[in-house]
């Protein structure tokens, strides 16, 4: 029996797909208890614990699956190949590894600068991705498949869209303190709660928009 391994690369493509939305989805939901003033602080912060582990899925699938989009590319005459691949898969990999020590090493010094030095990188792979997708679109290469490019750029909004999101929650903590501290410190802290609440939905919806938007390009390759 023969398998394409265009085929089997396709798959995992879909199915990080899958398990990023969904994990989202997850995230999402951890993140309406966080805010229920019904709960007891503690039994909150141990819904955090279990966003905090959930949030690692959809981190993980989107480094993969920009390298997996680019070895899929190689089938529409994409220029990144070779070494050029390896690289993109060695720098993926790589990234992918200070994703999981920052999330291992949380609260520490070495937690702290991996953190910042994993936000100034998604700046520039996010001004790498949209610039180069916008030459591509403006100038017809080197990809000449005009949907393609696209997604390179909505893959960018997307990386910017999660430093967003990394914004946001690095509110938590500071007004979990508040309430912790109680009195009209609990008070204030408990309407920040609901604000930060607010804002993580918007960021959510944002990027649940453009992954649907660039797999229903990727899939339909309308222009």
């Known amino acids: ?30 993140d ?24 690692m899925v959809p981190r993980t699938c989107l480094i993969l ?23 993109m898969w060695f720098l993926s990999l790589a990234w992918l590894y200070v994703v999981w020590q920052i999330h291992f090493r949380a609260g520490t010094s070495l937690g702290e600068r991996l953190a910042r030095l994993d936000i100034w990188w998604r700046y520039a792979v996010t001004a790498a991705l949209i ?24 893959f960018g909004c997307i990386i910017l869209n999660g430093v967003w999101i990394r914004k946001i929650a690095a509110r938590w903590q500071p007004i979990f303190d508040m309430v912790r501290v109680g009195g009209d410190q609990r008070v204030k802290g408990e309407a920040l709660m609901k604000v930060n609440r607010a804002s993580a939905g918007m960021a959510n919806m944002t990027i649940w928009t453009l992954v649907i938007i660039m797999a229903f390009i990727g899939e339909t390759k309308l222009f």
């Not at 309406?32 to 955090?48: F, G, N, T």
């Not at 610039?131 to 909505?154: A, M």
């Open 131 to 154: 610039l180069f997708g916008l030459y591509c679109l403006v100038n017809g290469k080197p990809l000449s498949d005009n949907w393609l490019s696209f997604k390179l750029v909505l």
């Open 32 to 55: 309406s208890q966080l805010v229920r003033e019904d709960l007891d602080l503690d039994e909150r912060l141990r819904v955090r614990v279990i966003r905090l582990k959930l949030d």
């Open 65 to 87: 699956i920009l390298a997996f989009g680019a070895t899929l590319a190689l089938q529409y005459s994409s220029p990144i190949s070779g070494w050029w691949l390896a690289l």
């Open 1 to 30: 029996m023969y398998i394409d391994i265009q085929n089997v690369l396709a798959f995992c493509h879909v199915l990080l797909f899958g398990y990023w939305l969904g994990a989202d989805l997850g995230v999402y939901y951890c």
